[in-house]
């Protein structure tokens, strides 16, 4: 893979590089996520939060303003490029997560969650559009699957180091070991990462290109079915994340045996992505992500059955969850590639927007899904059920009806 013609100094990174750099710049976002799980009831009582549910506001006010901060990074990165604009998304993150290990109430810490979730929006909108700049098609989607193997390792192992701080030490010092991470991938961004996009393809910052732009991207049918689609999906996924502490930990009684739990789960997404990343190219996107679709909405139906006996058990929660968890392994990766195919020279501008849509729609609706926990998993059921439907049809308007399509793209040199 050859650096970017504006940077000829930079020694190019090879894929494995290329690979474990955009999955753990989007991995920075799962861990001030994840690693925030087992200490919410801690924080919520240290701070004097009130009702118990308020505490998921911890995750969720950061996934909103994740999600309406994502409209600016693809925009700035179309016109200067995508390495400032992770470098700064970076910056403002270490920022923040200081900011938040010395707030004293609970109100502070929300609002610097959500300023967090803002202002470093950068690293879940740019790795997609880093690797459109070089891959497109099922090439692309292989790639992403295997960015997401590295993603998913933090998942499951954030909740255990949040645990583990917590051992030894306040909760602040969660966030000063997530700092600490910041500046890591920081130095190490400065020091490799090249520029992407070529200089033919800079946009104007115009308020009618923009425009433009968005609109272009919310009225191409062949992608919008599956930005609404992944944006559904996240959201029941979300709202399992929000409640996840209450639901395993209290009302299935793993207490602190929650991490572990959840990290399976998590690993479950993460062998799904490896599985996808083998068999993408020979399938083809469309075709796995359909199976994997119509799957989920099976094992959600059984999943909604279950939490409506009276005797569901932990294992058989796990069971089924990480069963959806797995597909969702097939579905994501596929559906992002899928949703950025038709835009090449805007692949920021679109970036934004489609993590907009999904991050936005995913903050709402999986914080509403959490605060609908009424100690059981009904409500989680019956969202990952209604989730998958809609998705469906979601898809079947952009396919216009036809599930499992193969397109085929032309080669294209990496970048």
């Not at 590089?17 to 999955?23: H, K, L, N, R, W």
């Not at 910052?205 to 079915?225: D, E, F, K, Q, Y």
Request: with cysteine.
């Amino acid at each position: 893979m050859a650096s970017s013609p504006e940077t000829p100094s930079r020694p190019p990174l090879g894929e494995r590089e290329f690979v474990t750099m955009m999955a753990l710049l989007q991995a920075l976002q799962a861990l001030t996520i994840d690693a925030m799980l087992p200490a919410l009831g801690v924080i919520s009582d240290d701070l004097g939060s009130g009702n118990p549910n308020y505490r998921q506001l911890i995750v969720g006010m950061f996934l909103l303003g994740a999600g309406l901060g994502a409209l600016i990074p693809g925009t700035l990165s179309d016109r200067f490029g995508r390495r400032p604009v992770v470098i700064t998304s970076l910056a403002i993150f270490i920022v923040t997560a200081l900011g938040c290990a010395l707030v004293r109430d609970f109100e502070s810490l929300i609002l610097l969650r959500f300023l967090q979730g803002m202002g470093c929006s950068g690293l879940s909108v740019l790795p997609a559009a880093i690797i459109r700049d070089r891959l497109e098609g099922d090439r692309m989607a292989r790639l992403q699957s295997l960015v997401s193997v590295v993603f998913m390792t933090v998942p499951m192992i954030a909740p255990s180091l949040g645990q583990l701080v917590l051992l030894v030490a306040s909760w602040r010092w969660i966030f000063i070991m997530i700092a600490a991470m910041g500046i890591a991938m920081l130095i190490w961004a400065t020091i490799r990462l090249p520029e992407t996009m070529h200089p033919e393809n800079r946009q104007q910052i115009r308020p009618r290109a923009i425009a433009a732009n968005m609109a272009r991207v919310l009225t191409t049918r062949a992608s919008i079915g599956y930005v609404i689609g992944s944006a559904l999906t996240m959201s029941a996924m979300w709202g399992f994340i929000n409640s996840s502490q209450q639901l395993i930990a209290e009302h299935f009684g793993a207490g602190k045996v929650f991490p572990l739990v959840f990290g399976c789960l998590a690993f479950t997404m993460s062998v799904a992505n490896f599985g996808n990343s083998r068999i993408v190219e020979r399938f083809g996107a469309r075709r796995v992500s359909h199976t994997a679709l119509l799957a989920y909405i099976a094992i959600s139906g059984l999943q909604y059955l279950a939490a409506n006996s009276k005797h569901e058990a932990l294992w058989q929660f796990a069971l089924l969850m990480g069963s959806n968890m797995c597909l969702m392994g097939f579905i994501g990766a596929n559906f992002t590639s899928i949703a950025l195919q038709p835009f090449g020279t805007i692949a920021g501008a679109a970036a934004s927007v489609q993590t907009f849509l999904r991050m936005v729609t995913a903050s709402l609706i999986g914080t509403a899904i959490g605060q609908a926990y009424d100690g059981t998993a009904r409500p989680l059921a019956l969202a990952l059920l209604c989730a998958g439907t809609v998705t469906l049809l979601a898809v079947l308007f952009s396919e216009h009806g036809r599930l499992f399509r193969r397109l085929h793209y032309p080669a294209k040199a990496a970048r």
